[in-house]
C-alpha cells in the first residue's frame, strides 16, 4: 500500500522527498493513465505519492530580474533584457493561457492542450517532466530558451530545457529533486508563429507542432527561432541552421532557392516516427510545409 502526503509548503515536500522513492503527483492527468490498468480501477502507484498542489509558493506567475549575464553585449543583440517572468510549477495550465504577461507563443502552445477541463487542473510543470515528445508546451519552451529551477533539501540548480529532457520520457531530475519554477528571460521577438496538427482543431494528441519567433527591422531579419514538436526524440531546433536566416534581408525570404536550400536543412534534422498517431513520412512532409509557411510569412 502507498502512502499519500499532500504538504502546503516547499520545505515540508523537499523534506519528504528526501527520504526514500516517490511518485510526484501535479495535476494528474498523465499520471492518472499511466498508472491506471483500465477506466474504472483504483491506479496503481509503486511509491508514495507527494502531491505539489496545495504549496501556495508555486502558484504564481511572476516578473523577476535575472542575475545572470543577459546584459552583455550577447545578450542584448539577441533581443534579451534584463528581465523575466518565473512561473510556478504549480500554476494551470489555464493560468498560463490567460496570463498576459506570458509571452504569445507559449499561450498558444499550451491553449492547445487537450480541453479546458484538462488545463484547469493539468500544469506545464507536469507536461515538461512527463518529457513526451509530443508535449506541447515544449517548442515554445526551447524557442524561448527556458530555464528549470530543481530544488532538493540540497539546494537549488539551474538547467536550460534543452539540456533538462535527454529523450522520450526521460530528464535529468534526480531522486529528491522537484521542478519549482520555469524561467523565461524577456526576449524582443514580436512575431509569432505557432502551429500544431492534430486529427481535429481541439482535444487532439499532436501528430506535429511547429513554433517559431522572429525580430525584423528596417527589412533585416534580426532575430528567427523555429522548433518542431513530435518530429524526434525531442523537441527539433538548430541555432546553426537558424544563423542562416539571421542576418538576411527579408527579400531573401522570398527567393526559392534560398527557401530550398534552409528546407534541405531541416530536413535532415527532422527525424520523425511511425506511430498511432501519424506516418514518419507525413510528419516530415507537413514539417517542411509548415516551416516555408513560417518563412514566407516574413517576406
Ligand atoms: C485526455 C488527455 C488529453 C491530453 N492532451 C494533451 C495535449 O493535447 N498536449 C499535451 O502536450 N499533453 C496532453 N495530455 C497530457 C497531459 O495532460 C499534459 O502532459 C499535462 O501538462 C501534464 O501535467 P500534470 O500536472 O497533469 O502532470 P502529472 O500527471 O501530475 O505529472 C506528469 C509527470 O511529471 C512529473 N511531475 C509533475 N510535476 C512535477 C514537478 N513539479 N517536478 C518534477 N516532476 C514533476 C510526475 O511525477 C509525472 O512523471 C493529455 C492528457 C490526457 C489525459
Redesign the pocket.
Known amino acids: 500500500m502507498v502512502t499519500v502526503y499532500r504538504p502546503d509548503t516547499l520545505e515540508q515536500a523537499l523534506d519528504k522527498l528526501a527520504v526514500g522513492e516517490h ?12 498508472h491506471s490498468a483500465r477506466p474504472g480501477i483504483t491506479p496503481d502507484f509503486k511509491h508514495d505519492v507527494v502531491f ?1 498542489d496545495a504549496i501556495e509558493e ?1 502558484q504564481h506567475i511572476t516578473p523577476i530580474e535575472l542575475e545572470s549575464d543577459l546584459g552583455t553585449e550577447a545578450g542584448l543583440q539577441s533581443g534579451l533584457c534584463q528581465s523575466g517572468l518565473c512561473i510556478g ?2 500554476v ?2 489555464h493560468d498560463i493561457e490567460i496570463n498576459p504577461l506570458v509571452p504569445d507563443v507559449l499561450r498558444q502552445s499550451v491553449a ?4 479546458p477541463a ?1 488545463r484547469n ?12 515528445p ?5 517548442p515554445a519552451l526551447y524557442l524561448l530558451d527556458a530555464k528549470l529551477v ?1 530544488s532538493s533539501i540540497h539546494g537549488q540548480r539551474e538547467m536550460p530545457i534543452a539540456n533538462f529532457i535527454t529523450g522520450p520520457g526521460r ?1 535529468c ?1 534526480h531522486q529528491g ?4 519554477h520555469v524561467v523565461i528571460p524577456k526576449a524582443d521577438l514580436p512575431v509569432t508563429f505557432y502551429h ?1 496538427v ?1 486529427t481535429r482543431a481541439a ?4 501528430k506535429l507542432s511547429v513554433a517559431g519567433l522572429a525580430k525584423v527591422e528596417q527589412g533585416k531579419v534580426v532575430d528567427w527561432r523555429v522548433a518542431f514538436g513530435a518530429v524526434g526524440p525531442t523537441v527539433v531546433r538548430s541555432t546553426v541552421l537558424e544563423q542562416k536566416i539571421i542576418g538576411q534581408p527579408v527579400e531573401m525570404l522570398r527567393e526559392p532557392l534560398f527557401i530550398e536550400n534552409i528546407l534541405s536543412g531541416y530536413s535532415k534534422v527532422i527525424c520523425p516516427i511511425d506511430d498511432q498517431r501519424s506516418t514518419a513520412q507525413y510528419r516530415h512532409r507537413a514539417s517542411l510545409n509548415l516551416l516555408e509557411r513560417w518563412l514566407t510569412q516574413l517576406a
Open positions: 511518485t510526484l503527483f501535479s495535476g494528474g492527468t498523465d499520471l492518472m493513465v499511466r505539489l508555486l510549477a504549480g494551470s495550465l492547445n492542450i487537450a480541453a484538462l487542473r493539468a500544469t506545464m510543470a507536469g507536461n515538461i517532466c512527463n518529457a513526451s509530443a508535449a506541447d508546451s515544449l530543481l530528464t531530475l529533486e522537484v521542478l519549482t500544431k492534430g482535444n487532439a494528441l499532436t
